[in-house]
């Protein structure tokens, strides 16, 4: 499920999101993973969470910029803050 009208659009947008994704701050049930995407029609990018059967729970689409320079913190996730 992807929301037209919610684009991350700054990397802190994309570090809140994640923050979220990982406290269970979205109410998502069997949340395994998270990875940086492109849609298969459009060629537009986005943000999925992955159940534990690789299936999309949650999208939100992202900015090219948010695509090229939020793959680290999609793929290694947030460090704790201290």
Not at 50 to 74: A, H, I, P, S, Y
């Amino acid at each position: 499920m992807i929301n037209d009208n919610d684009v991350i659009d700054t990397l802190d947008e994309l570090e809140t999101f994640l923050r979220l994704v990982e406290a269970g701050g979205l109410g998502l049930n069997n949340v395994s993973g998270v990875a940086l995407a492109t849609n298969n029609a459009n060629g537009r990018p986005f943000v999925a969470v992955l159940d534990d059967n690789q299936q999309l729970l949650l999208g939100r689409w992202v900015t090219v910029d948010v695509f090229e320079n939020g793959k680290d913190m999609v793929r290694y996730g947030m460090k704790k803050s201290h």
